[in-house]
Nanobody, 115 residues
Framework: QVQLVESGGGAVQAGGSLRLSCAAS????????LGWYRQAPGKQREMVAI???????NYADSVKGRFTISRDNAKNTVYLQMNSLKPEDTGVYYC?????????WGQGTQVTVSS
C-alpha cells in the first residue's frame, strides 16, 4: 500500500517562506517521479513541481524562480521549498507519485498567504 503524508503547511504573509515535506511509505520511492500539486478554492488541481528519479525537475511558470523541489531517497521524502510567497499561492498542496500508471495522492496540506 502506497502512502504519502504531507506536512509543513500554514499561514504566512506575502513574501514569506514555507517548506513542505511529503513522506512516502515502502520501498517504492527511489524509482518513481514525485510531484507537488495544488488546488485553490473553485479551481482545478494544477501541477506545481515535479522531480523524476533522475532528478530532472519541472515547474509551473507561476512558481519558477521562487519554489524548489527536491527529494531525499534515503529518507523517502520529497520537499517543496517555497519562497517569496504570493496570495495566489494559497491552496491545498498535494504530494503525488505515479507507479505503473496509477496516481497516488496524499491528504493535502493547507497553505494560506495573506497580503
Amino acid at each position: 500500500q502506497v502512502q504519502l503524508v504531507e506536512s509543513g503547511g500554514g499561514a504566512v504573509q506575502a513574501g514569506g517562506s514555507l517548506r513542505l515535506s511529503c513522506a512516502a511509505s515502502g520501498n517504492i520511492f527511489a524509482g518513481h517521479p514525485l510531484g507537488w500539486y495544488r488546488q485553490a478554492p473553485g479551481k482545478q488541481r494544477e501541477m506545481v513541481a515535479i522531480v523524476t528519479s533522475g532528478l530532472w525537475t519541472n515547474y509551473a511558470d507561476s512558481v519558477k524562480g521562487r519554489f524548489t523541489i527536491s527529494r531525499d531517497n534515503a529518507k523517502n521524502t520529497v520537499y517543496l521549498q517555497m519562497n517569496s510567497l504570493k496570495p495566489e499561492d494559497t491552496g491545498v498542496y498535494y504530494c503525488n507519485t505515479n507507479i505503473l500508471r496509477i496516481d497516488y495522492w496524499g491528504q493535502g496540506t493547507q497553505v494560506t498567504v495573506s497580503s
